[in-house]
């Protein structure tokens, strides 16, 4: 197995071990670990704690930077749809996963496998009820203003 990839499982093997879920992952330029990140939903009360999330947020910290172009992403399990979205967000367009996120399903870990395939669904069918709410006539527009301002 390529050497950022065993890193990465490793990762999740000891989050695993000290009480976490099965996830780890590494994000690395030029051949250079960056950042590392695990699971952390055990240890911190953040939805967002995912392994992929830690390191993408840790290396734009070090980094002062928000666009991780070029950068590329081992990641122990197939990203789940905020972490692909951070990855978008970020620049990153080079991902390589182990465990897919069906094999996820095998072992109870279904919520990535449901969140895309809500994703699939219109608006109107997912279980997230979402109601767009029009501004009120004449008051100051956030998106306007900021197209003013740029
Ligand atoms: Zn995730």
Redesign the pocket.
């Known amino acids: 197995m390529d050497f950022f990839m065993q890193r990465a499982v490793e990762l999740a093997i000891d989050n695993v071990k000290s009480g976490g879920q099965p996830f780890g992952a590494v994000l690395v330029k030029d051949n250079d670990i960056i950042t590392e990140g695990v699971n952390e939903l055990h240890k911190n009360y953040d939805v967002s704690g ?1 392994a ?2 830690l390191a993408i947020r840790r290396a734009q910290e070090q980094l002062q930077t928000l666009n991780l172009s070029g950068y590329t992403m081992y990641a122990s399990g197939e ?2 749809p ?2 692909l979205t951070a990855m978008y967000f970020a620049g990153i367009d080079h991902v390589y996963y182990c465990q897919s996120v069906e094999d996820a399903v095998q072992v109870g870990l279904g919520k990535s496998q449901f969140i895309y395939e809500e994703l699939r669904k219109s608006k109107e069918e997912r279980t997230v009820k979402m109601k767009q709410m029009i501004l009120q006539e004449g008051k100051e527009s956030p998106l306007e203003l900021w197209q003013k301002k740029s």
Do not use: S, V
Request: hydrophobic residues 30%; charged residues 15%; contains cysteine.
């Open positions: 995912h992929e999330m990203p789940c905020m972490c």
